[in-house]
């Protein structure tokens, strides 16, 4: 009985020890590579955020554009009129 406990917990304890990610030191290469995949991801990122900064104010323009520029009161309909009998 004893025996199954240690083993449960051992079992139980042992996938807490492990690490994300690489388990070894990477070599140069591999750093500068990972370092230009980094700063490309970053540059990538950062147009589209200006692309949908430009995006939207092309957008908020369109409908500036769309609005009257000063407020208009609605004309009247004339009815037309009936020749008196």
């Known amino acids: 009985m004893r025996c199954l406990a240690v083993l449960l917990l051992a079992v139980a304890l042992l996938p807490a020890c492990g690490l994300k990610g690489p388990l070894y030191?990477?070599?140069?290469?591999?750093?500068?590579?990972m370092a230009e995949r980094k700063k490309r991801l970053e540059e990538r990122e950062q147009r589209e955020k200006q692309q949908e900064q430009l995006l939207e104010?092309?957008?908020?323009?369109?409908h500036q554009a769309e609005k009257p520029s000063g407020l208009q009161q609605p004309q009247p309909v004339q009815q037309p009129q009936q020749p008196q009998q």
Do not use: S
Not at 25 to 33: A, C, G, K, S, V
């Open 25 to 33: 030191l990477p070599t140069p290469q591999q750093e500068r590579e």
């Open 57 to 62: 104010q092309q957008q908020q323009q369109q």
